[in-house]
């Protein structure tokens, strides 16, 4: 079984991105992503309805990661830190060796690639660092942006599902990508 240990957050830096440990202090800017229809019409989960919304999965996340069951960095730009986005392996299965990537970026920094380049701080860390054997990823096929992502940072598309997801009461399509450890 894998052995994770993240009780050391580590912080990534690229050229233009500091990935840090999520804050309370960041609260009200992903309450702000959070909220952004725009932003979650490819998420599962409901819009956040208040700033107590943002805290919970702030508690949430960290209390993932205290228990070595996830890890998520705030996106910041290294100039200022000042919270844009997530990513992480918001699941890890220790036993089949390998993590599930999920981001999202707040609407006003789209189209700018740093998405991308998280997703090239991060992948890598997850294959050495962490010693994943893969990294999977979920997305749906009208999410051109993440499909486009993925396939930048060496992901090849696995699957597409058809109406595997229930959501708002309609069924949805996803596109299943993994990326294998080069060993």
């Known amino acids: 079984m894998l052995a994770v240990d993240l009780h050391t957050f580590p912080i990534l830096t690229t050229d233009r991105l500091v ?48 228990a070595n069951d996830a890890v998520q960095w705030a996106i910041t730009l290294k100039n200022k830190d000042v919270f844009i986005g997530l990513i992480g392996f918001w699941r890890i299965v220790k036993e089949h ?31 050495r660092t962490l010693d994943f ?5 979920i997305t749906r096929p009208a999410n051109l942006a993440s499909i486009r992502a993925l396939e930048k940072n060496g992901f ?9 997801i229930f959501w708002n009461g309609e069924f949805h399509d996803s596109l299943h990508f993994g990326r294998l450890a080069q060993k």
Do not use: C, T
């Not at 054997?133 to 990823?137: F, I, N």
């Open 133 to 137: 054997h893969r990294v999977e990823a």
């Open 19 to 66: 990935l840090r440990e999520l804050r309370h202090s960041d609260a009200e800017r992903v309450f702000a992503m959070r909220s952004d229809p725009q932003v979650m019409q490819h998420v599962n989960r409901p819009l956040a309805k208040g700033i107590e919304d943002a805290s919970a999965l702030i508690d949430l996340i960290n209390s993932m990661v205290a």
């Open 156 to 164: 090849v598309r696995e699957a597409h599902l058809k109406q595997n």
């Open 97 to 127: 060796h390998y993590g599930e990537l999920g981001y999202m970026l707040a609407r006003e920094h789209w189209g700018k690639g740093y998405i991308s380049e998280a997703i090239g701080a991060v992948v890598p860390f997850g294959l």
